[in-house]
């Protein structure tokens, strides 16, 4: 019996006309998704084959299960399994950010399970290679980036996205997974914008910058859903979720946190911790991020 396949099939004449797939588009995510072959948290492309005759292209990847968001279903994930789902994201996260792709759409529809619950990111349609300019990976917004999972400067600035968008999204995703519910449901720019202010801006009691690893969230965020996250859970989340993107840690420095290395952290949110600076939490040491 041969192997079963997902195929995405782009019809020749839907490169013609107003709103249609543009060819090089498409072969931008093709190349995307290439760039990253052989990773086991990303879907795999087996072939791109383009039909002479009818124009007709055709992506073969491989086949994996439901979505994220189906499995999801209102049902909130425990710790343990919120904590080694992220593990497997941002282990794929770091390995497209390696190769300077930036995806631009993670949310839980564009993430797989499979049989043996292995998480595999997909949807690429909107990922690009990042062009690296200074220090910032620099890319223009693409229309079909999901609104709920947009970070702050996305919306304020709405011309370029970097890597730092993609640790946003997995911090909306992790909400998600310990709840069930969306962080955010807004539909449209301007109540995205009023939506975070009202859940996030309450909790970075900002006094002044200060560099990484300090964060401006206090672990004590979303205390009012979430009462089942241990400190370091907090930590993380906090961490995924800072306001301003040059405070969110990198995928490999995020998999360096206690939360994902030290087997035994507590359970339990312990009583609140001094922050070290008036103002605000720390919340990735340098112990903790190597």
């Known amino acids: 019996m041969g192997t079963m396949v997902a195929v995405k099939w782009i019809r020749g004449g839907e ?4 709103g249609a797939p543009n060819l090089p588009a498409v072969v931008r995510e093709a190349g ?3 760039a990253c072959r052989c990773h086991p948290g990303i879907v795999q492309i087996k072939n791109v084959d383009k039909s002479e005759e009818t124009g007709d292209l055709y992506i073969v990847m491989e086949l994996a299960g439901p979505s994220l968001r189906s ?3 209102g049902q909130p994930f425990s710790e ?3 904590r080694d789902s992220m593990r497997q994201l941002l282990q794929a996260v770091e390995k497209l950010h390696a190769t300077g792709t930036i995806h631009r759409d993670i949310n839980p529809d564009n993430i797989l399970v499979g049989t043996d619950e292995t ?4 949807g690429f349609g909107c990922a690009t290679p990042a062009r690296h300019i200074g220090k910032m990976f620099l ?3 693409l229309d ?10 996305q919306l304020i600035f709405s011309q370029y996205y970097g890597p730092e968008g993609d640790i946003y999204a997995l911090g909306c995703v992790i909400f998600e997974l310990l709840t069930g519910e969306p962080l955010f449901t807004a539909t449209t720019e ?11 801006s309450d909790e970075l009691r900002k006094t002044h910058i200060h560099p990484w690893p300090i964060l401006t969230m206090g672990v004590e965020a979303f205390d009012d859903v979430i009462d089942h996250l241990s400190l370091p859970g907090r930590e993380v989340l906090a961490g995924l979720l800072s306001y301003d993107s040059w405070e969110r840690p990198t995928a490999a420095d995020a998999l360096k946190h206690r939360w994902f290395t030290e087997e035994d952290v507590e359970t339990k949110p312990p009583a609140a911790v001094e922050p070290e600076f008036p103002g605000f939490v720390p919340l990735f040491t340098q112990a903790y991020i190597g």
């Open 190 to 200: 301007d109540d995205m914008m009023i939506e975070q202010t009202l859940e996030l």
């Open 80 to 82: 343990d399994e919120t």
């Open 139 to 141: 890319e223009k917004l």
């Open 15 to 18: 490169f013609d006309g107003a």
């Open 119 to 122: 998480l595999k990111i997909c």
């Open 144 to 153: 079909g980036t999901t609104m709920q999972y947009r970070p702050s400067e």
């Open 71 to 73: 499995r999801l279903e």
């Open 32 to 34: 995307c998704v290439a």
